[in-house]
């Protein structure tokens, strides 16, 4: 059995999880949320030509639309980030272990039993309709189709 390749001193292993660094300036490496929260006030409020509000207005809302979401943000994920990924990280560990423990499992019972079914069903195919089939087919393999326009009397 291999030993498993020891690491130097101060360095990480970046395979396990539970060790691996984060990166704090780019949260989002896979881009899975690239599309979905990415909402500047320009993406909510417009006006359109003919109905603009005062230019004052229109700079302190774009203002207070951004900084309030900043600091909303910040304190929602403050307050619930971490109860968050627990409840999160139970609920995955949840799916895995069904998943690993439950799911596998039975594909794979359910495909070793269709296995012998589909061998059992192949049998009983060549047994009975192969030879009822190659019968019917040298009956009809005689069988001449001639097409031709009919004549009609006027």
Request: glycine share 6%; hydrophobic share 40%.
């Amino acid at each position: 059995m291999a030993q498993p390749e020891e690491l130097p001193l101060g360095k990480i292993d970046s395979r396990d999880p539970l060790t691996k660094e984060i990166d704090l300036v780019e949260r989002d490496p896979k881009q899975i949320n690239q599309e979905v929260v990415k909402v500047d006030f320009e993406d909510v409020i417009a006006e359109p030509e003919g109905t603009h509000s005062f230019d004052g207005v229109w700079k302190a809302s774009s203002t207070t639309f951004t900084v309030s979401k900043y600091w909303c943000y910040r304190i929602l994920s403050g307050a619930l980030g971490v109860p968050l990924a627990l409840l999160w990280g139970f609920l995955f560990a949840c799916v895995s272990f069904c998943h690993i423990w439950g799911a596998v499992p039975c594909i794979k019972s359910y495909l070793i039993e269709i296995q012998c079914c589909g061998r059992c069903y192949a049998l009983c195919i060549r047994t009975f309709c192969d030879p009822l089939f190659e019968a019917v087919g040298k009956v009809c393999s005689d069988v001449r189709v001639a097409l031709g326009k009919e004549r009609t009397k006027d």
